[in-house]
DNA sequence: AGTTGATTTATTGTATACAAAGTGCTACGA
DNA sequence: TCGTAGCACTTTGTATACAATAAATCAACT
């Protein structure tokens, strides 16, 4: 693993928590390469807003509640557009792929198996997956770099770890919806259930995080 | 001015053409630098998807015609967003700033006394000025993020060397009917008459583009 | 002639030394 | 005690040498 996704990982995962100052100097000791490819990295994950310049030098960036608001509307605005060109757009394989998904969800929610948050990380991935299966079915590269350059800043705040059982079905059922009004070419009802979907991450977001950040 | 900026220049007024192969040393050469700030601004334009890697390399971007259109379509969405928002959260110095491009715009169109060259850059710079204007009106930095990042590359289309003064003039009207929603607060209103810009936009590319790219 | 393998060449990747510049600290003076 | 000037230190910016590797060329063999 190149030296940007380590330190992607790093900050999505917490270890690196918001405000948390980065100097190329230390990661090149962290990670036991020169400085050059650290560089690199910093500058990447700086135009992907993921850390922030401060002074002389970056820190990883923090969102305020003003920020999550603005987050999460943008996601329903992309991903409901992507969802309705999904209606329109999608492929046979592109059904199935949402299938998949949503079918591995509903398994690992009626058999727990797993301690709590191994299947949150679990459920977390399971989400995303299909999240991308709904913007890859839209069939537009461009939309699909913005959603995922939008959607990386939400994986910090790990939301699906303050999630309840009842929170998660309707979770499930929301993707469900969205995964029929595709089969069924219904492009408004794909994009209102999906703005749905995403508008009560953002409320869940909101109502559980601390005030300030 | 830096490396990155210089060839970004370079790249929208056309002087390295879609396709042309860059490499470091070459750019290092030509711009009398070592080739780390090259690596730098190269990544960076990398991620703003201006040049695209292709074999050992990059090459300037090339798009087609579905990249057009997708490409211009998400322009409609997210400033037609970013219209509806700024007629929400617009404050009183954002109406002045709009207000000033399309008086400059206006006072252009009746008193053509430059070339007709110098006359559209200096037309497109004040386009640019009020959709600049508009999103920031919305006072959302997120927004304004995407927006800039989806409007880089139609600017490669320089499109406005193709309008004749009807087009321009129906340009400036519809300016005109966005700034009066703002200023009205009517953000349904604003949006819908944003995106009706920007698709006119769209067709007047497409129909003017060459068919391959 | 076409295909495969080895050799050469072009180009990027990495490390490191040094230059430049911003930050903060300390000491001095009001 | 507060402000300010100068200095030291931290950190990034740049250049350059060398390593790694992908691509292209060419030759040999089928």
């Given at each position: 693993m190149e030296a940007y996704e380590r330190i992607?990982?790093?900050?999505?995962?917490?270890?690196?928590?918001?405000?948390?100052?980065?100097?190329?100097?230390?990661?090149?000791?962290?990670?036991?390469?020169?400085?050059?490819?650290?560089?690199?990295?910093?500058?990447?994950?700086?135009?992907?807003?993921?850390?922030?310049?401060?002074?002389?030098?970056?820190?990883?960036?923090?969102?305020?509640?003003?920020?999550?608001?603005?987050?999460?509307?943008?996601?329903?605005?992309l991903e409901g557009y992507a969802a309705a060109e999904a209606a329109v757009n999608r492929s046979a394989e592109d059904i199935e792929a949402m299938e998949r998904c949503n079918e591995q969800f509903k398994d690992l929610l009626e058999n727990p198996t797993y301690g709590r948050t191994e299947m949150l990380n679990e459920i977390t991935e399971l989400n995303n997956q299909f999240h991308s299966a709904v913007y890859n079915a839209s069939h537009n590269e461009h939309l699909r770099f913005h959603i995922?350059?939008?959607?990386?800043?939400?994986?910090?705040?790990?939301?699906?770890?303050?999630?309840?059982e009842y929170q998660l079905k309707k979770s499930l059922e929301l993707h469900q919806t969205?995964?029929?009004?595709?089969?069924?070419?219904?492009?408004?009802?794909?994009?209102?259930?999906?703005?749905?979907?995403?508008?009560?991450?953002?409320?869940?977001?909101?109502?559980?995080?601390?005030?300030?950040?």
């Open positions: 992607k990982k790093s900050i999505i995962e917490g270890d690196y928590a918001p405000g948390t100052r980065l100097t190329e100097e230390n990661l090149a000791k962290e990670l036991q390469i020169s400085r050059t490819p650290i560089r690199e990295a910093i500058k990447r994950l700086e135009t992907e807003r993921l850390i922030s310049p401060l002074k002389r030098g970056v820190i990883v960036s923090e969102f305020n509640r003003e920020d999550i608001w603005q987050i999460y509307n943008l996601r329903a605005l995922t350059s939008v959607t990386v800043l939400p994986l910090v705040f790990r939301s699906f770890y303050w999630y309840n969205i995964l029929c009004a595709i089969q069924a070419n219904e492009p408004d009802r794909a994009k209102t259930a999906m703005q749905e979907h995403i508008y009560q991450g953002r409320d869940h977001v909101l109502k559980n995080i601390n005030n300030e950040s």
